[in-house]
T-cell receptor
Framework: AQSVTQLGSHVSVSEGALVLLRCNYS??????LFWYVQYPNQGLQLLLK??????LVKGINGFEAEFKKSETSFHLTKPSAHMSDAAEYFC?????????FGTGTRLTVIP | GAGVSQSPSNKVTEKGKDVELRCDPI?????LYWYRQSLGQGLEFLIY????????KSGLPSDRFSAERTGGSVSTLTIQRTQQEDSAVYLC?????????????FGPGTRLTVT
């Protein structure tokens, strides 16, 4: 069975500060992992995905995530937060015909 | 090009009524997914269609929920005898056969409120 756990339903950072959103996974098979972003009243947009190639994955808008098998983690980071990064972020793991999503982390950026 | 569209964007219904939610996938996308986003519960998979294959209905929460996909394109999610716990945002996504779950494109969702 596959699942992901996102630690922290709300994260606040100051503009220009490091963004760190945490995701831990559980998978009975080698995992394929994803981060999606959802802006208000919009659908989800793929930020990046890990598909067993490089463990450090770079995505859009300056985000990146590192797959760490020993820690079963796939945390999302961005060196410097922008106001436009305020949104809800979802971690997900591949299932047979779908993705299993975490409960989401709402990121607030303080000016 | 056009993305995934869903209608209506908002739906308010009384408990016990039936509702139909529509999804228009991206042209040429053979795979279509429905998810439900409840407050504080992330996204829950409901059903998956791929071409003319039998759909994967393993995520449907009860027999009050059903979905069909006509002509391999538009899909309708039907909820019969709605209950208050059905209140949620229903999201549709589509992808190409090759990309599958690795590249899903999501619509803006339909917010369903059951009073």
């Amino acid at each position: 069975a596959q699942s992901v756990t996102q630690l922290g339903s709300h994260v606040s950072v100051s503009e220009g500060a490091l963004v760190l959103l945490r995701c831990n996974y559980s998978s009975s098979v080698p995992p394929y992992l994803f981060w999606y972003v959802q802006y208000p009243n919009q659908g989800l947009q793929l930020l990046l995905k890990y598909t067993s190639a490089a463990t450090l994955v770079k995505g859009i808008n300056g985000f990146e995530a590192e797959f760490k098998k020993s820690e079963t983690s796939f945390h999302l980071t961005k060196p410097s937060a922008h106001m436009s990064d305020a949104a809800e972020y979802f971690c997900a793991v591949r299932g047979a015909n779908n993705l299993f999503f975490g409960t989401g982390t709402r990121l607030t950026v303080i000016p | 090009g056009a993305g995934v569209s869903q209608s209506p964007s908002n739906k308010v219904t009384e408990k016990g009524k039936d509702v139909e939610l529509r999804c228009d996938p991206i042209s040429g996308h053979t795979a279509l997914y429905w998810y439900r986003q409840s407050l504080g519960q992330g996204l829950e998979f409901l059903i998956y269609f791929q071409g003319n294959s039998a759909p994967d209905k393993s995520g449907l929460p009860s027999d009050r929920f059903s979905a069909e996909r006509t002509g391999g394109s538009v899909s309708t999610l039907t909820i019969q005898r709605t209950q208050q716990e059905d209140s949620a945002v229903y999201l549709c996504a589509s992808s190409t056969l090759l990309a599958g779950v690795y590249e899903q494109y999501f619509g803006p969702g339909t917010r369903l409120t059951v009073t």
